[in-house]
């Protein structure tokens, strides 16, 4: 959760945690592993959003699927002004917030089945964002950054306003790419369209991205399932400035990465199942298109999440 102020890198910032993580990073700082670098960093560490209190940006990094529980818990940290930066994989909650067309303002089952995340957490107060760092949590306080620099960022309406630009700014200053972006939801599937076969096929069959991206069978339903999501995602006005291939060849240069999924699949946690793939489901009933490809891969992937008691 952060405080903003002027673009200067002196931005105040305070972390919401529990457990081993939160004190861990009470008594020695949140520390980060990146390229042979190590950073310490002391911001300031707190267990609830009572204790936190108002901010003007509010950064979102839960799962998908937690955020439904958490939505009330956070709402101390909303003061009048408050942005909501929904920094979430897949599609969120608020997507269909002021985006023309048959659409608009229309609530997504998958992510919101009650429609309490639109109510508690207003698409008003939020700005996209994309998040492309790779990253883990490889001890209390401690991240282990892989790759990635960019936090790409957007209004639903795709205005370029004085809050997504102050935060641009502060991210900038900080050392990070930021830029805001007009049309937010083209570059959202763009980085969904990997995550909505990598992660599934990864969590199916233990694999890391570079066997995923470079088995031919693999590849082929990698293949066959982004096809699918493109078309759904282009009936919806989506436009791609890549190709299908050349997606694929940005995730097999990650090399030899497990997926988050696979991640949590490892370590008995809920997947992000509705989120990435679930959803595309259902959009695709929306738009009255099969998408068979995703339809099959959701259904063992549910199955294999609900047998290791992940779902």
């Known amino acids: 959760m952060a405080r903003s102020s002027p673009p200067r890198g002196d931005v105040d910032v305070t972390f919401i945690a529990r457990g081993p993580h939160l004190a861990a990073m009470q008594a020695n700082g949140v520390t980060l592993l990146s390229e042979g670098r190590e950073i310490t960093a002391r911001p300031r560490c707190v267990a609830s959003a009572e204790e936190a209190g108002p901010q003007d940006y509010v950064v979102v990094t839960l799962k998908a699927h937690s955020l439904p529980a958490a939505a009330r818990q956070m709402q101390p940290l909303l003061g009048p002004e408050t942005a909501i930066v929904s920094a979430v994989n897949g599609i969120p909650w608020w997507y269909f917030y002021k985006l023309p067309g048959p659409f608009e303002d229309r609530r997504i089952a998958s992510v919101d089945p009650d429609g309490s995340l639109w109510e508690t957490l207003p698409p008003s107060r939020t700005i996209g964002c994309i998040v492309y760092p790779a990253a883990e949590v490889s001890a209390p306080g401690v991240i282990e950054h892989t790759y990635g620099d960019r936090f790409t960022l957007g209004e639903p309406d795709g205005s370029r306003s004085e809050r997504a630009n102050a935060l641009s700014a502060a991210l900038v200053a900080a050392g990070f790419k930021a830029p805001v972006r007009p ?129």
């Open 183 to 311: 049309r937010i939801r083209d570059e959202m599937w763009v980085k969904l369209w990997g995550n909505l076969a990598f992660n599934p096929l990864s969590a199916l069959t233990g694999a890391t991205l570079d066997i995923i991206t470079g088995e031919a069978e693999l590849r082929e339903v990698c293949r066959s399932m982004m096809l699918e999501a493109q078309a759904i995602a282009e009936r919806l006005g989506v436009r791609f400035a890549i190709d299908v291939d050349k997606r694929i060849a940005g995730g097999a240069e990650v090399g030899v990465h497990k997926t988050s999924m696979l991640q949590d699949l490892e370590r008995g946690r809920p997947m992000e199942i509705d989120a990435l793939l679930g959803v595309i489901v259902e959009l695709a009933e929306m738009v009255d298109l099969p998408a068979p490809t995703c339809r099959t891969v959701l259904a063992l992937l549910r199955t294999r999440a609900r047998l290791a008691g992940c779902y």
